[in-house]
């Protein structure tokens, strides 16, 4: 079904007082520059922009009012096209992370940092643009040698989710262009203008370069939308964003018709602070990593396991530094935490808080709604065998528990469904070693000293067991877009 957007009034609480305002009034010049209208969105692109549906509203999580509703090229030349694209959102950066943190509700330099991730990938994607190649292999017949060829697939479907509204659609349509493909994107439904926004700039770019708009083509809904691609043998390839329950039944269809999948699912991310680490190193690397985006990143840190003899040191830098963390509007300078993204997170964060109590659990800090989809980010204290750690909630709630040796501190880290990304803090070669090798972490990125959100997009992101098993990005991720063919 076809979809349309429209914009309405909103109410934005300021410094206590509750005034009348118009979102879209108030960042008209931000909409105005991607032709985002107060009403009348269309929010299918196939070549043209198209809706018949029903209307989807784009709802701003600050105050959960109504934002808007919405309705044969050589490598190398695609490597130029992807230049220009690449152009395009740099002229636009900061007025599309200003959409971004409208609409989802991360802080303004978060939400410009995602638009310069695609920025980046499109900059890979170029690179790849002269490096895509096969391999020639010795054949076992006189006077005869193998070739081994990458082809294009056809089409890549992209379901993203609401977190990263715009970085998970550019790490993968800018490898599936350059690798050949087209791409139909199926953003989340609570992020429909970040979706058009985007759209609208590869639209121009596209004709600029007389290409097919509907290369780059987009379809915003809800889950039959999803359903539908999941289903159609004319995806070739589907990359899908979001929870491992969804996750594993999107993956059940797609492998049902013998299709090809990128699962990108939880994460359930821990870090491991040893007791030779540099503690102010660790604590602000924590704070960022479990408190950024208000906790809703994929590699969010959930779980912090530290050594027994440093930990009550790590928890009283940590209240400290979640003591000064200023929570708000996300466009407001300063704010460091702005909402959850939906009312139904915050309840999510009330129940997570009410099974720690339930089994034993304490709170170190915070636990407290404040209104709207606002919730302070909070610390408890647990231990590993309970249910409410293993279990991943999407809100910035970080469980802490202590170990005696590093052997019980990385079964620790993988005793969790998920493997996502994880990180130790330690200063022993060592116990580095060991981390990064087959007895230590089996999660699909492991770092060391550095926190587990973000990644590079030189390397393949994305994780093993209930995460998914997909590869995005960076390093030979590009495979997955191709066909290979031996000959």
Known sequence: MLRHTRILASRLPRRGAVRCISTFDKYRDTFDRFGITKTGNKGVFDGEWKGTGSVIPSVNPVDNQVIAEVVSLPVPKRGQVLLAMRDALVQNLEPLGQVVSLEMGKILPEGIGEVQEYVDILEYALGLSRMLNGS???????????????????????????????????????????????????????????????????????????????????????????????????????????????????????????????????????????????????????????????????????????????????????????????????????????????????????????????????????????????????????????????????????HTMSFKTLEEAIAINNNVEQGLSSSIFTNNPANIFKWIGPSGSDCGIINVNIPTNGAEIGGAFGGEKATGGGRESGSDAWKQYCRRGTW
């Open 136 to 398: 020639m292999i010795p054949s076992e017949r006189p006077g005869h040698v193998m070739l081994e060829t990458w082809n294009p697939l056809g089409t890549v479907g992209v379901i993203s989710a609401f977190n990263f509204p715009v970085a998970v659609y550019g790490w993968n349509s800018a490898i599936a262009l350059v690798t050949g493909n087209g791409v139909v994107w199926k953003p989340s439904p609570t992020t429909p203008l970040c979706s058009i926004a985007v759209t609208k700039l590869l639209e121009r770019t596209l004709k600029e370069h007389n290409l097919p708009p509907a290369l780059c083509s987009l379809v915003t809904g809800g889950s039959d939308v999803g359903s539908a691609m999941a289903a159609d043998p004319r995806v070739n390839l589907l990359s899908f964003t979001g929870s491992t329950k969804v996750g594993q039944q999107v993956g059940k269809v797609v492998q049902g018709r013998f299709g090809k999948l990128l699962l990108e699912l939880g994460g359930n991310n821990a870090i491991i602070v040893m007791d030779d680490c540099d503690l102010d190193l660790a604590a602000r690397a924590i704070l960022f990593a479990a408190v950024g985006t208000a906790g809703q990143r994929c590699t969010t840190t959930r779980r912090l396991i530290v050594h027994e003899s440093v930990y009550e040191p790590l928890i009283q830098k940590l209240i400290k530094a979640y003591g000064q963390v200023k929570i708000g509007d996300p466009l407001e300078q300063g704010v460091l935490c702005g909402p959850l993204h939906t009312s139904a997170a915050v309840e999510v964060y009330e129940q997570t808080l009410a099974k720690v109590k339930q089994e034993g659990g304490e709170i170190l800090f915070g636990g407290e709604t404040l209104g709207g989809n606002f919730v302070k980010p909070t610390l408890t204290r647990v231990t590993p065998s309970m249910s409410v750690v293993k279990n991943e909630a999407f809100v910035p709630i970080l």
